[in-house]
């Protein structure tokens, strides 16, 4: 069964720290790797996207890819009490016609004034 | 806009009612799948379509039907709801069937069956 696992969390954070999220996954030949963003009772909108190893910057969000270690993390900079909500990791199956996503339960994330 | 929509956004029913959610989008997108949301289990894929008139199977299919006759859209039938399938439902689609695509999101159905 492949896996993608997240620490639930909350993950609570002041207003201004940086939050590292991170997500392990078991298919060790996934190719993309994706975070979204979840508010609650509202749809998963995606953040970043990330596809091969090392850094990917976009604004004050950091997505980090390790295939060796087959890790996945998001650092978010500066952070905000609008990027309180649930971050989801989501990584690409690799095999078969259906490359469907294989989603972590996500990680809650409180941002305190 | 490029956008998914979803309806109904809510509904509440009886056990055995059938209903349709309807799902489409504006992208022409080739793929398209469903997916119900439960708390402690995350987001679980119901059924998928890789184009018009290919439809498969995800991981929970138990008592849900799919259509694909047109590529923007692909409705989610329940033809005899019961109580475990009270849920958060979404429908999503992407360019195409490879991993790579970014996935796009409806905004959500909120079932109730009583």
């Not at chain 1, 609570?12 to 060790?28: M, W």
């Not at chain 1, 976009?58 to 900079?77: M, P």
């Not at chain 2, 998914?4 to 799948?33: A, D, F």
């Amino acid at each position: 069964q492949k896996e993608v696992e997240q620490n639930s969390g909350p993950l609570s954070v002041p207003e201004g720290a940086i939050a590292s999220l991170n997500c392990t996954y078991s298919d060790r030949g996934s190719q993309s790797f994706f975070w979204y963003r979840q508010y609650s009772g509202k749809s998963p909108e995606l953040i970043m996207s990330i596809y091969s190893n090392g850094d990917k910057e976009d604004g004050r969000f950091t997505a980090q890819l390790n295939k060796a270690s087959q890790y996945v993390s998001l650092l978010i900079r500066d952070s905000q009490p609008s990027d309180s909500a649930t971050y989801l990791c989501a990584v690409s199956e690799n095999a078969g016609n259906n490359r469907k996503l294989i989603w972590g339960l996500g990680t809650s994330l409180a941002v305190n004034p | 806009e490029a956008q998914v929509t979803q309806n109904p956004r809510y509904l509440i029913t009886v056990t055995g009612k059938k209903l349709t959610v309807t799902c489409s989008q504006n992208m022409n997108h080739e793929y398209m799948s469903w997916y119900r949301q439960d708390p402690g289990l995350g987001l679980r894929q119901i059924y998928y379509s890789m184009n018009v008139e290919v439809t498969d199977k995800g991981d929970v299919p138990e008592g849900y039907k799919v259509s694909r006759k047109e590529k923007r859209n692909f409705p989610l039938i329940l033809e005899s709801p019961s109580p475990n399938q009270t849920s958060l439902y979404f429908c999503a689609s992407r360019r195409s069937s490879g991993g790579s695509d970014t996935q796009y999101f409806g905004p959500g159905t909120r079932l109730t069956v009583l």
